[in-house]
């Protein structure tokens, strides 16, 4: 028979609410002082998971990009060798 523990989400939500409104100049959010530790590192963890949600998505994006980049440049190669190939009779020195 575990202890059910109450967090006190109204708290939470207006500290977060004050942290969104108040930023540093980078853009990330400042804690008010009287935030606890728990809640402060729970900040930090919110913001370390949306920073690795967006920079997998980008990955993903260039990680799309390089293989279209990389497929169109091995079918022009492809075709190139093609026509050097038809044309090597024509070629004179």
């Known amino acids: 028979m575990g202890r059910e523990r109450k967090h006190p989400t109204g708290i939470l ?5 004050w942290a969104e409104e ?3 100049p980078a853009g990330i959010p400042l804690c008010p002082e009287n935030m ?3 809640e ?3 900040l930090d963890m919110e913001r370390v998971y949306k920073t690795m949600r967006n920079i997998g998505a980008l990955s993903i994006g260039v990680g799309i ?3 279209v980049i990389g497929i169109a440049a091995g079918t022009i190669s492809i075709i ?3 026509f050097l190939l038809k ?3 024509e070629i004179t020195f």
């Open 13 to 17: 939500n207006a500290r977060r609410t």
């Open 22 to 24: 108040k930023k540093h």
């Open 36 to 38: 606890g530790k728990k």
């Open 40 to 42: 402060e590192r729970r």
């Open 65 to 67: 990009v390089v293989t």
């Open 80 to 82: 190139n060798g093609a």
């Open 87 to 89: 044309r090597k009779s």
